[in-house]
């Protein structure tokens, strides 16, 4: 038996439309016959996914999913932008990933006409970026970012230490969150923060940015950056009026505003990328389970073994249908900000359960780089981490239930 026996699940009725399924199938093929194999070698070396890779998923139009048809985009939702990143992380979550940096990201400019073409670059793949939001002490909180920029006649001049910018050398630009100026009394601890576009050219950092990667155990396929700022220009003309590569960002609500309905997306994004890679676990578990004899039987045969593969199927389907149920209220516009929290919450934590179960089923095979499953536990353990912690999605979810407790 191969991966090609297995059947993964389809669609849910209440969500499957022909358009849905065939987007599916098509990712399901690319991942399985394109990236798997680039996963396989690159993985192990801690590799950066090759750029013919990235070429590949831009002639899909799979870095254009939400931008709108009149940019060149797909026009589609986040559903279907989560549909085919869940089928990417199933072979390597880097992949499905990637297709975050695209989504007309790094387009929010002031100019219309120059945010245009910036959309219409990132619907084709020729605009992929990286985010720099999280510093050495502020990365759940946000609004404790320190990087200052100052304006300085027509440009900006950004001061400060950023760390987990992912993608950074290899990108088209980096979106920079600073502080333009202390907040007043009575305002929010996020009040005078805003995005600054950093253009750069691929494979270098521009003066007053230098970087070091950050050795991770897990999620390769790009590198992860700790930026140094210092002195780093920007025009005025590169200050941003959001995040994430909303169409509709309001350039009065101010940066840091739009930055919650990114991060909604960002984490029903991330539980459909958590899933894919438990699915992984699950569909090669299936296969092992049936290749592997031991007492004159193949393990599958023993009921224990069974009985565990069943709970693990049972959870990632569970996961699965709730992001396609958040993926949907974002979609139909509604805020959905403690079901983001939940989603990604209950998928994340799934799926280092399943896959650490996976690990135990493969038996002493499983903790060797001969297989695939050490590879998805890996990854499995960052998805709880970004985009919020576990811990963050647990406050989210609680602040909304309960009043706050006395300090």
Known sequence: ???????????????????????????????????????????????????????????????????????????????????????????WLSVGSILARGQGLGTQVLDDDRRAGLL???????????????????????AGVETQAVRDGDDWVLTGHKRW???ALAADFVEVLARVREPEEGESRSAGLEPFLVVKERGTFPDGMSGTPIDKIGYHGFLTWDLQLDGLRVPDSDRLTGLYGDEGADADAGGFASVQRGLNIARVHTAARAVGVARAAVEDCTLYLQEREQFGH????????????????AEVAQARAFWQQVAHLLDEGEPAEQESAA?????????????????????????????????????????????????????????????????
């Open 165 to 167: 910018a992912g993608n």
């Open 343 to 407: 989603v990604k919450l209950l998928a994340t934590e799934m799926a280092v359960k399943v896959t650490n179960q996976a690990m135990q089923l493969h038996g002493g095979n499983g903790y060797t780089t001969e297989r695939r499953v050490e590879r998805y536990w890996r990854d499995a353990r960052l998805t709880t981490i970004f985009e919020g912690t576990s811990e963050i999605q647990r406050r989210i979810i609680s602040d909304r239930m309960l009043p706050r407790g006395r300090s």
């Open 120 to 142: 219409r670059r990132s619907a084709a793949g020729d605009w992929i970026g990286s985010i720099a939001l999280s510093e050495p002490t502020a990365g759940s909180d946000l």
């Open 1 to 91: 038996m191969t991966i090609r026996d297995v059947q993964p699940p389809e669609l849910l009725s209440p969500w499957r439309t022909p358009e849905r399924a065939a987007l599916q199938k098509a990712a399901r093929d690319f991942a399985r016959d394109v990236v798997l194999p680039v996963a396989d070698e690159l993985d192990p070396q801690k590799a950066e996914m090759p750029r013919e890779l990235i070429e590949q998923l831009a002639e899909q139009g799979w870095f254009g999913i939400t931008v709108s048809a009149d940019h060149g985009g797909l026009g589609l939702g986040v559903f279907e932008y989560c549909l085919v990143s869940e089928e990417l992380a199933r072979s």
């Open 298 to 313: 193949p393990i599958s045969d023993f009921q224990a073994l069974r009985f565990a593969l069943a709970d693990m199927a």
